[in-house]
């Protein structure tokens, strides 16, 4: 089957196009210039952008066969006949890995194998919306631990097959057995759902060897060029450390310790947090102790000295040297220097944290101190993490079980605090009539000013940004005018009352009752009682470099996405259905009511004293997505069912931010065309402001 992009539907193999949204099934976007691309083009041919999906093959022997030189010698000339031939750049015909001719290969052999080794190559997934075995078996939910077999020799296409046995070869039902030995530790930890761990896209055992197919991170620089910048801070390199020890616990019970050992294998992506290729596994039955990690940190040191960081040179040393045997004293460690590091002096705004680990806001009045969780299995990899925000945050969507149990707060959760800086802001919203009114009852407002400064150090944004979105109702004449209404008041009220600092909350409540008020007395004027009053519901985000506030009536929505936590819903709609849930009914009896979707809260049909608007403040404490959504995009859980291909894309800024508030609303058209729709989308990305701390 394919599955579809933007619908997930799934469609039979022949088929182009999605039979449900009719979205091409044989070509992608081109990232750079959004032209169509065919999923068989490694590039793009218009501006030559990377937009084919690329693997990271390793092919291997089978254990079983690897202990027989005789079978090993016999494997190597099977595969070096198949793939000598691999496409160069004067080549005219493909060559592939698998017999179903799925995976092209995209770079020459060399001219001699040894399958007593391993072999590495790119290959292009010529077939991207096509899932695995691998892929299939984990939707549905079966024991993963299973032998794919694909057939025939890689390669060895000398016995063509119709196109009909291609699909029925490539969809084989697997059989139940065993997983190949090699995948089963990339399994095994692929379900912690961590980003720093080898991402096993799929594997299968064929004519004695293994092929293992993984997420291509050679482009990413290595951990030891970013260590050897000269303007590097000591803080990211203890952070770097911290996360090399949090891998270290959960590499080890899978004897694979190693892959932090090769200095080759580990890489930093564009948020500073550490990714590894793929697994080395240990050489001995023992476990690797903690004395090999501080030789490579050692060796890190030596190559690039840091006369700054001579605590963390110690600590190296006392590791070498069997002082610090365990895990939970080297977070110890790390937390006596982390407070060395960080000026005692330097005011943090409460809630401006930087987690190594799992994390809760500090208190308003304590120090900014780094502590560290004595609980491998809670600790968090990702950097930079956000901090839980306030109870009325509503988690709409757990991405993992894996998550749920990252994202804890325990007020003894440590963390290490630090100022954040705001690097990039992007916003851009769209509002479309839908597929079933006559008119567009929605209305939003963009509002940014933007001061760039940029330096030795780097660039800081200095931002002021407002954000509005409203959903009017009353008919012609009523909601559209009672938004518009709404936005305009706003706009007015917060050019004039707001100067250098965020707005306080009293400050944002007086604009929302003024807004209130303006439609309440048009009502009042023109006599309109009972449904023909006219009202709009608001949502409304102020952002003030790093900090932000958030307001909201009726139930349009703000959402936040990250890949740490995913997707969650920040606003809580005022709506009958939700009132009787915070009166302790249970949701489904809750929501078995005939009035459970009817407002409890609007601006305009009533007065004041019957709008109680809720407003909250966060931090921006990571790369993060803010969704301003009216009913229209939200209704039937549609983010939360298509968040991994709709939302995930959006945080690169690779992306372009327009394209993609497009693809909401057009996936809103499809499933929710019944009401207007509206998005507004703010993409950050956040720093640590290291020109705070010491060097």
């Known amino acids: 089957m394919l599955v579809c992009p933007q619908c997930q539907f799934e469609n039979p193999d022949t088929h182009k196009f999605c039979q449900k ?106 077939q991207p919306y096509q899932p695995t075995p691998l892929e299939l078996l984990y939707g549905q939910q079966i024991n993963p631990l299973v032998v794919v077999q694909r057939g025939e020799a890689i390669g060895d296409d000398s016995a063509a097959q119709s196109e009909h046995e291609l699909s029925n070869a490539s969809h084989q039902a697997p059989q139940i057995g065993e997983m190949p030995l090699i995948a089963q530790p990339y399994l095994a930890l692929n379900a912690q759902m961590h980003p720093s761990l080898p991402q096993l896209h799929d594997a299968w055992e064929q004519d004695g060897y293994t092929v293992l197919l993984l997420a291509d991170r050679l482009e990413l620089p290595l951990l030891s060029e970013g260590w050897s910048n000269p303007d590097v801070q000591p803080l990211q390199i203890l952070h770097w450390l911290y996360q090399m020890t949090e891998l270290w616990g959960l590499l080890q019970p899978h004897g694979s310790a190693q892959s932090l ?28 102790s903690l004395k090999e990690l501080g030789s490579v940190w050692e060796t890190l040191f030596q190559t690039a000295p840091k006369t700054q960081l001579a605590p963390l040179v110690r600590l190296c040393q006392n590791l070498q040297t069997g002082d610090i045997p365990a895990l939970d004293q080297l977070r110890s460690q790390f937390e006596a220097i982390a407070n060395e590091l960080q000026p005692s002096s330097m005011t943090i705004p409460p809630g401006s ?18 502590k560290l ?92 940004g407002l954000y509005i979105l409203c959903d009017g109702m009353g008919g012609h004449a009523g909601g559209e005018v009672a938004s518009a209404m709404a936005v305009d008041t706003l706009k007015q009220y917060f050019e004039e009352n707001w100067t250098d600092q965020l707005p306080n909350e009293a400050t944002i409540r007086d604009a929302i009752y003024l807004a209130n008020k303006s439609i ?53 709609d005022h709506e009958v259905g939700q009132r009787e849930i915070q009166r302790g009914v249970e949701p489904a009896i809750a929501y078995a009511r005939p009035d459970a979707y009817q407002l409890t809260q609007a601006l305009g049909p ?90």
Not at 266 to 275: A, F, G, K, S
């Open 353 to 370: 944290a930087y987690p190594l680990d799992d994390f809760d806001a500090p208190d308003e009045d304590s120090e900014p101190t780094m």
């Open 261 to 288: 050992l090769e200095l080759s294998n580990v890489r930093v992506d564009e948020d500073q947090l550490i990714c590894l290729q793929r697994l080395y596994f240990d050489h001995t039955d023992s476990p690797l």
């Open 21 to 126: 949204c009719g979205v091409s099934l044989t070509e992608l976007v081109c990232p750079g210039c959004d032209a169509s691309v065919p999923t068989n083009v490694a590039q793009c041919p218009h501006c030559g952008t990377k937009s084919g999906v690329v693997w990271l093959a390793i092919v291997a022997p089978s254990v079983s066969s690897a202990s027989s030189p005789a079978s090993a010698e016999a494997q190597a000339t099977v595969l070096s006949s198949a793939l000598d031939a691999a496409p160069t750049p004067s080549s005219v015909t493909a060559r592939y890995l698998d017999a179903q001719q799925r995976y092209q290969l995209l770079e020459s052999m060399p001219d001699s194998l040894d399958l007593q080794s391993e072999v590495t190559l790119k290959v292009l997934d010529c």
């Open 373 to 464: 969780s004595s609980d491998l299995e809670d600790a968090s990899l990702e950097i930079p993490p956000i901090l839980p925000e306030s109870d009325s945050v509503q988690t709409q969507v757990d991405v993992s079980a894996a998550q749920d149990e990252v994202a804890t707060d325990g007020d003894d959760v440590p963390t290490v605090v630090l100022p954040m800086k705001l690097i990039s802001l992007e916003d851009a919203g769209r509002s479309d009539v839908g597929r079933q009114r006559d008119h567009n009852e929605d209305y939003y407002s963009i509002q940014a000013e933007i001061k760039k400064v940029e330096g030795p150090s780097g660039r800081t944004l200095h931002v002021k």
């Open 606 to 695: 009533r007065d004041e004293n019957f709008v109680n608007p809720d407003v909250q403040f966060i931090e921006l404490n990571e790369d993060l997505l803010l969704l301003l959504c009216s009913d229209g995009l939200t209704d039937n859980d549609l983010l939360e069912t298509h968040w991994r291909t709709h939302l995930d894309p959006l945080l690169s800024v690779q992306t372009n931010l327009e394209h993609g508030v497009n693809q909401l609303i057009d996936l809103a058209n499809h499933y929710n065309g019944h009401d207007n729709i509206t998005a507004v989308v703010i993409r950050t990305k956040v720093r640590p402001n290291l020109e705070q701390v010491r060097r």
């Open 520 to 572: 309440y007395d048009l009502n009042q004027q023109n006599a309109r009682s009972g449904s023909g009053r006219m009202g709009t519901t608001l949502v409304l985000v102020l952002l003030q470099d790093t900090h932000a506030a958030i307001a909201h009536v009726g139930d349009s929505r703000l959402y936040r996405f990250s890949r740490r936590r995913g997707l969650e819903q920040v606003t809580t």
